[in-house]
T-cell receptor, first 115, second 115 residues
Framework: AQKITQTQPGMFVQEKEAVTLDCTYD???????LFWYKQPSSGEMIFLIY??????QNATEGRYSLNFQKARKSANLVISASQLGDSAMYFC????????????FGAGTRLFVKA | NAGVTQTPKFQVLKTGQSMTLQCAQD?????MSWYRQDPGMGLRLIHY???????DQGEVPNGYNVSRSTTEDFPLRLLSAAPSQTSVYFC??????????????FGDGTRLSIL
């Protein structure tokens, strides 16, 4: 069955340092996609980065990169040079690809960036 | 640039009442879904749709009903409201899978309280 696990309820990071948010997943579908979203305190969901199961290279988008380890079924988000505005909830999500759209989310990690 | 529009933004119901949460998107997206967000539990998928006339159950479908008569609209009906359905509800849409890692576009959410 499709499952997403985020084991860090909360994380602290010093401004300008890098931080890694963990995400592990489980699926029997060989075709799937992994997403990270940010939810600031204002409540909107903001798409950050995507990794496809067949992608050979780790995805990067500006200060965000995805450390994709397929054999370990992990898709950790790395935020480099943290900024105060990065303080938010972060959600990992997985979409199974074989003819479906069903996308499920992890419980999220709340990131606090300290000045 | 309307994107995904949810109405109402806030609603208070009494136990046993029924109501419909509205969701409309103007991006011609095939896929639409409903999530509920509760503290510590991330976003849980209620129902989703892969196109007009096609719907399917997500992780927590009980007590909710959906229909998809048009591409644009995907209403969520609470049949008989219960306090356990107090939550923030998000509607989301995205393009077809064949176009790569298309992220979901989220509405602003509906904050629902059941007394």
């Amino acid at each position: 069955a499709q499952k997403i696990t985020q084991t860090q309820p909360g994380m602290f990071v010093q401004e300008k340092e890098a931080v890694t948010l963990d995400c592990t997943y489980d699926t029997s579908d060989p075709s799937y996609g992994l997403f990270w979203y940010k939810q600031p305190s204002s409540g909107e969901m903001i798409f950050l980065i995507y990794q496809g199961s067949y992608d050979q290279q780790n995805a990067t988008e500006g200060r965000y990169s995805l450390n994709f380890q397929k054999a370990r079924k992990s898709a950790n988000l790395v935020i480099s040079a943290s900024q105060l505005g990065d303080s938010a909830m972060y959600f990992c999500a997985m979409r199974e690809g074989s003819g479906g759209f069903k996308t499920i989310f992890g419980a999220g990690t709340r990131l606090f960036v300290k000045a | 640039n309307a994107g995904v529009t949810q109405t109402p933004k806030f609603q208070v119901l009494k136990t046993g009442q029924s109501m419909t949460l509205q969701c409309a998107q103007d991006m011609n997206h095939e896929y639409m879904s409903w999530y509920r967000q509760d503290p510590g539990m991330g976003l849980r998928l209620i129902h989703y749709s892969v196109g007009a006339g096609i719907t399917d159950q997500g992780e927590v479908p009980n007590g909710y009903n959906v229909s998809r008569s048009t591409t644009e609209d995907f209403p969520l009906r609470l049949l008989s409201a219960a306090p356990s359905q107090t939550s923030v509800y998000f509607c989301a849409s995205s393009q077809a899978l064949g176009q790569g890692g298309q992220p979901q576009h989220f509405g602003d959410g509906t904050r629902l309280s059941i007394l």
